[in-house]
């Protein structure tokens, strides 16, 4: 693909398709079309916003082996923003509780991050979130070099956390935090596959292949 196309019509029309869950949001919001957020609007939002968060989470975590499965280069380009969307819906989410739940009513924050153990996953996966998207740009990336990617690779485990998160919020219908943990380990276990099991075969069908050449050169 080249860089033009990607700069100017990928990018973009990525961007706005990114902005749509928000848009549904504001949309029902203020009830356009007499679309409405139903008997409890905060509760809608809130969960809203963090299921397009974890959504927008796997779905960059699936950039990598996407790329790798269809030789799809050009999906790289495309991981950061999707990491950034990531963030913005996750941070959306935490706002909402904060502020519409929760009324800033800090002692009661404070008490339900320590003490329910569901809301103090989810805001772990927040604070962990932060340093990646505060290191996302390429002049960070530069700056840390190795300890980028190192760094980075807390996505795998704030993955995680969100499905955890939203297991335990669900209660009774856990089919939907379910999927996401199978996909999320497709994901991961592709990566390991990538990194381990891949190179040991390699390793070990070169040494298989190698051990006819030097027998005969033995016998010679």
Request: charged share 15%.
């Amino acid at each position: 693909m080249s860089p033009l196309l990607l700069r100017r019509v990928i990018k973009p029309a990525l961007f706005a398709l990114c902005l749509l869950p928000f848009a549904a949001v504001l949309w029902r919001l203020f009830g356009i079309g007499g679309a409405t957020l139903g008997a409890n609007p905060i509760e809608r939002i809130q969960d809203t916003f963090g299921q397009w968060g974890l959504r927008f989470l796997l779905i960059t975590l699936a950039v990598t082996p996407l790329r790798d499965w269809f030789h799809a280069v050009w999906l790289i380009h495309l991981r950061r923003m999707l990491g950034l969307f990531a963030f913005f819906y996750v941070l959306m989410h935490f706002l909402t509780w904060l502020i519409l739940d929760q009324g800033l009513y800090w002692s009661g924050v404070l008490e339900d991050i320590t003490r329910r153990p569901f809301i103090t996953i989810g805001f772990a996966a927040l604070v962990l979130l932060v340093p990646l998207a505060v290191t996302s740009t390429h002049g960070m990336m530069r700056r840390l070099g190795r300890r980028w990617k190192s760094l980075h690779r807390l996505v795998y485990a704030i993955a995680l956390l969100g499905i955890w998160h939203y297991y335990w919020q669900v209660k009774a219908d856990v089919r939907e935090p379910l999927i996401y943990l199978a996909i999320a380990l497709v994901l991961l276990g592709w990566r390991a596959w990538k990194a381990w099991v891949a190179p040991a075969l390699r390793r070990r069908t070169a040494a298989a292949s190698g051990a006819p050449l030097q027998a005969r050169r033995a016998s010679e």
